[in-house]
């Protein structure tokens, strides 16, 4: 911060907040908060005050917590129980029993201190995945981890402090930090504006071009909709960009024929992999660009996009069965108070290295670039955020109308979902079950944790076991149609989202 002090740090709707006041600001907090004060709740809106509880926590030693404040209240008060946090920085998490430290609102006049000196083990923030029990799991992230990772992706990234990066991704995921700490640790600026999530294209390309964007750091998902939009008005993507990163699910092939058939040649479009337990980015490659490997034929419905090559500081293995392991400095500490869990994903070899079970199977091209080639569980990722079907299932299971449920991942209209085959106990409604699980959803859990179709059935399909297969019954009822018939209900879609 102390290297351009006077030049942008953050932009919000146009307004400017320099290198110097932003180090004010963060040593008032970090004296505010006290010696190493564990871990910190802050409300994960998309303004300034957000950074500066962010980097605020980390110079007090502390431990970052996003909580969403649109989260149902009992998934908040889930959240925080599980990391034991007791104290929230800003106040618009209305949670009871919740102390609340208040952001330093002037750059003048304010105490400050020298950033706390910690340990490379001391985590530096908690984030949360889902997990098959019904509740999150709190990935432990440590210092080392992300210093290794922001180091490698400044370099990836390309960045100059003549750079201007949008603040994109939600708060509350990992994918934020890719945009915030490469950016604010080499001098560039970063930008924060609502027209980044008005949900219109064309003003989200004006303000890109108003804004002078130079890097785009978005979801597979939202870039593939973003494409179709360009192809379709026959427009150009604004001529300050030079670097679009893209992750969180797979590249579509057809999306990346119509990329390369727009004016995009200047432009850099890199793939990236990673996960919550391995810090941000692990993996990368250019598919289209002046740097990417030349191609012998386009891209075409079918191929198989790359997920890229290890990073300088990212350790790979491929096992036996085809899954991806990640070991190095990057590695998470585990999840907090779950040593069960833990165990089943890290472990630690001989040498001491720390490796992750990323439960995704892959190949390696003879170029040593990866193709990721599916799961070995049955998570599946929607809107780019990894989700366990397990979890929802759990909470389904918890309704008393119901019997039994399958939930599992599907592609619908293009977009990958989560739906749910709900099988009734023998007093329901099976006529409106589908309503009322929808509701009972929206109070306990995210948006991205209800299923976009919830059909009412009247029987899964088992395993020789006799355990639920959720793919046979996938198959089963999605073969039917609705699955309108008797002691059935309708399919309900869920609106679309960005």
């Not at 910190?40 to 809106?45: E, F, G, N, Q, Y």
């Not at 003549?162 to 970063?190: H, K, M, Y």
């Not at 130079?214 to 597979?220: A, E, S, Y």
């Not at 366990?388 to 979902?417: I, K, N, Q, Y």
Request: aromatic content about 6%.
């Amino acid at each position: 911060m102390r290297r351009y002090p006077e030049r942008p740090a953050i932009v919000h709707h146009g307004d400017a907040l320099t290198y110097r006041q932003l180090d004010e600001l963060v040593r008032t907090l970090a004296h505010r908060l006290g010696t190493g004060p564990g871990v910190m709740a802050v409300p994960a809106t998309h303004t300034p005050d957000t950074v500066v509880a962010l980097l605020g926590i980390l110079a007090a030693g502390g431990a970052y917590c996003p909580v969403d404040p649109a989260f149902p209240p009992q998934r908040q008060r889930d959240m925080l129980a599980s990391v034991g946090c007791r104290t929230a920085v800003g106040g618009s998490l209305a949670q009871p029993g919740l102390r609340v430290v208040e952001l330093p609102g002037t750059t003048t006049g304010q105490e400050r201190n020298e950033p706390e000196r910690t340990g490379p083990e001391r985590p530096a923030y908690l984030l949360f995945t889902s997990g098959s029990t019904g509740q999150p799991k709190p990935v432990v992230t440590p210092r080392r981890a992300i210093s290794a990772a922001v180091g490698s992706l400044r370099t990836l990234f390309g960045l100059t402090a003549e750079d201007r990066v949008l603040q994109f991704a939600s708060l509350n995921w990992d994918t934020c930090f890719e945009e915030i700490l490469p950016t604010l640790t080499g001098g560039a600026a970063l930008v924060l504006d609502r027209d980044a999530h008005s949900g219109s294209f064309p003003r989200f390309l004006r303000l890109v071009e108003r804004e002078r964007i130079g890097v785009l750091d978005l979801p597979t998902a939202f870039w593939h909709e973003l494409v179709l939009h360009l192809a379709e008005e026959r427009l150009a993507l604004p001529e300050c960009v030079r670097l679009l990163v893209i992750g969180g699910e797979a590249a579509n092939p057809a999306r990346l024929a119509d990329w390369a058939a727009l004016d995009t040649g200047r432009v850099r479009l890199l793939n990236t992999y990673g996960s919550t337990e391995t810090t941000l980015i692990t993996h990368a490659v250019d598919l289209h660009g002046p740097l990417a490997a030349a191609r012998d034929r386009p891209w075409t419905a079918g191929d198989r996009v790359p997920i890229g090559r290890a990073l300088p500081h990212v350790y790979e293995r491929i096992s036996e069965q085809g899954e991806l392991l990640i070991g190095g400095p990057a590695v998470a500490l585990g999840y907090l108070g779950l040593p069960e869990a833990t165990s089943d994903r890290f472990g630690e070899d001989a040498e001491g290295v720390h490796w992750y079970r990323t439960g995704d199977r892959v190949s390696r091209a003879p170029d040593g670039v990866l193709t990721h080639q599916g799961r070995l569980d049955g998570e599946f990722k929607v809107r780019g955020i990894r989700v366990d079907p397990a979890e929802v299932e759990a909470h389904l299971a918890g309704h008393p109308g119901v019997h039994a449920v399958a939930v599992t991942g599907a592609t619908l209209a293009g977009r990958s979902a989560l739906v749910a085959y709900v099988v009734p106990r023998a007093a329901a409604a099976a006529g409106t079950l589908g309503a009322e699980l929808r509701t009972y959803l929206r109070d306990r859990v995210p948006g991205h944790l209800v299923p976009s179709r919830i059909t009412v059935v009247p029987e899964l399909v088992l395993t020789a076991s006799g355990k639920v297969d959720r793919a046979g019954s996938h198959r089963l009822h999605s073969a039917r149609g609705t699955g309108a018939g008797p002691g059935t209900g309708a399919q309900l879609p869920e609106p679309a989202h960005h």
